[in-house]
């Protein structure tokens, strides 16, 4: 019940256009969904993240979406560009409850944008 | 601020031998992790801290022991090495002010177990 399952595992996508992501999670007490973004041989950061009261989020080309009554959530770049190629982790937290400050990440996927 | 530090950047071990990743962060947080990534396999979290003196276990705990006597260091000791605990291993460190955190990633020791 503490899995987060994430989709693709790998994804190519031309120069401008839009990478899509995908988190699905069972443990309905998550309340905390963020998304890692990490370089080659660097340590992940974070990128953005969202909780369950709204269903987007958006910070410049990335954009969260949430379906609390499907228990998923995806990453949306827009206007993808080559800087934007790494291996991106979603991640959820029950910040409520006794593991409160830890992260389930999910499997991550290498993205390669094309120029 | 240096943030999150790690040492060494890589090392290979010999099956049976031991070793101690240590890990600094400069930023006063109290919580700590230690995480393992294996290809396709995300981040597991070996162990984690919510404090100096205080250490539990994650998801993949076997084969590891951690101590935090300070709030600054929060080192992984390898006790008998395996080839399975060949990975890239990641400390990460994170201020909990409410209902939404950052973890703060060091840039990883990656470790060969031959």
């Known amino acids: 019940q503490q899995q987060v399952k994430q989709s693709p595992q790998s994804l190519i996508v031309q120069k401008g256009g839009i990478s899509i992501i995908n988190c699905a999670y069972e443990?309905?007490?998550?309340?905390?969904f963020p998304w890692y973004q990490q370089f080659p041989g660097k340590g992940p950061a974070l990128l953005i993240a969202i909780r369950p009261d709204v269903s987007e989020k958006k910070e410049g080309r990335f954009t969260i979406s949430f379906n609390k009554s499907a228990k998923q959530f995806s990453l949306h770049i827009m206007d993808s560009q080559p800087g934007d190629s790494a291996t991106y982790f979603c991640a959820a937290s029950n910040t409520g409850g006794t593991s409160y400050g830890k992260l389930t990440f999910g499997q991550g996927t290498i993205l390669t944008v094309h120029p | 601020n240096a943030g999150v530090t790690q040492t060494p950047k890589f090392r290979i071990l010999k099956i049976g031998q031991s070793m101690t990743l240590q890990c600094a962060q400069d930023m006063n947080h109290n919580y700590m992790y230690w995480y393992r990534q294996d290809p396709g396999m995300g981040l597991k979290l070996i162990y984690y801290?919510?404090?100096?003196?205080?250490?539990d276990k994650g998801e993949v705990p076997n084969g590891y022991n951690v101590s935090r006597s300070t709030t600054e260091d929060f080192p992984l000791r390898l006790e008998l090495a395996a080839p399975s605990q060949t990975s890239v291993y990641f400390c990460a460190s994170s201020r909990l002010t409410g209902l939404a955190f950052e973890q703060f990633f060091g840039p990883g020791t990656r470790l060969t177990v031959l």
């Open positions: 801290s919510v404090g100096a003196g205080i250490t």
């Open positions: 443990n309905t007490a998550f309340d905390y």
